[in-house]
């Protein structure tokens, strides 16, 4: 717990935050997210830069 003293507030806002969103969702969403993550972090490092800029790109967020 430490740590977590040590982050700047905006940091500890942030993660406050999610962590309210993540207690909100129901085991199974958990479940999902947890599996979707550990695919995450088997791709190698180049492919997760493609996956990056692919959804950062303004055509993904719906605008044309």
């Known amino acids: 717990m430490e740590k977590w003293k040590q982050l700047p507030l905006?940091?500890?806002e942030h993660?406050?935050?999610w962590f309210q969103q993540w207690q909100k969702l129901s085991p199974d969403e958990?479940?999902?997210i947890r599996e979707k993550?550990?695919?995450w972090d088997?791709?190698?490092p180049g492919e997760q830069d493609k996956v990056r800029r692919r959804f950062s790109s303004p055509k993904s967020r719906g605008r044309p």
């Open 15 to 17: 993660f406050q935050q």
């Open 37 to 39: 993550l550990k695919k």
């Open 42 to 44: 088997r791709l190698p």
């Open 10 to 12: 905006e940091e500890r």
């Open 30 to 32: 958990r479940w999902i």
